[in-house]
């Protein structure tokens, strides 16, 4: 709930927010990159949600859903399934970077540059814009996963993946 409360606050900032992402971007990472507006990227960017591997927790239906509508359902099952991180090059395809830059120094420029380009531009209308797809995103409504986070954060498996991570060590999933 905390998660979702800090990815609602960035989604309903009333300024257009920029995502710069260099080397991999993952879990909490991918999901702030996720609801920022513009997304632009290094030549060693990767984006994922490896969770099946590493920890073994799941994300909030509101975070399905960000992605699904992002991404498609296709690519998250894969992403989720497979624990695979997309390199730049797919991520770009995907829609999910408006760019790719050569290393983090042009991706800095880059980043900067844009966010002054946006600046300049009616206010009101990037604000109206954002508003307006909000709302399209809130008429499709959430059904309740409440049952699903608690399945996999209370779970055996849960508190294996965050011992196996510290010790970067392989999970023994045990589906408990």
């Known amino acids: 709930a905390k998660v979702d409360r800090i990815l609602?606050?960035?989604?309903?900032?009333?300024?257009?927010?920029i995502a710069a992402i260099a080397g991999a971007c993952t879990g909490?990472?991918?999901?702030?990159?996720?609801?920022?507006?513009?997304?632009?990227?290094?030549?060693n960017a990767r984006f994922g949600f490896p969770i099946a591997r590493t920890l073994g927790n799941t994300l909030s239906m509101a975070n399905h859903a960000r992605l699904a509508a992002l991404l498609g359902p296709a690519?998250?099952?894969?992403?989720?399934?497979?624990?695979?991180?997309?390199?730049a090059e797919?991520?770009?395809?995907?829609?999910l970077l408006g760019e790719i830059l050569p290393d983090h120094d042009a991706l800095q420029a880059r980043a900067w540059a844009l966010a002054e380009q946006v600046a300049g531009h009616a206010p009101l209308t990037?604000?109206?814009?954002?508003?307006a797809l909000r709302r399209l995103r809130a008429a499709g409504g959430l059904p309740d996963g409440d049952d699903l986070v608690a399945l996999c954060f209370t779970s055996?498996?849960?508190r294996e993946g965050v011992e196996s991570f510290l010790a970067r060590r392989p999970a023994a999933w045990r589906g408990r």
């Open 126 to 131: 990037l604000r109206a814009t954002k508003a």
């Open 156 to 158: 055996a498996d849960f």
């Open 75 to 87: 690519r998250v099952t894969d992403l989720i399934f497979t624990a695979r991180l997309l390199e």
């Open 28 to 43: 909490g990472g991918a999901a702030i990159a996720a609801v920022c507006d513009l997304r632009i990227g290094a030549a």
């Open 90 to 95: 797919e991520m770009h395809a995907a829609g």
């Open 8 to 17: 609602t606050a960035i989604e309903d900032c009333a300024v257009p927010t």
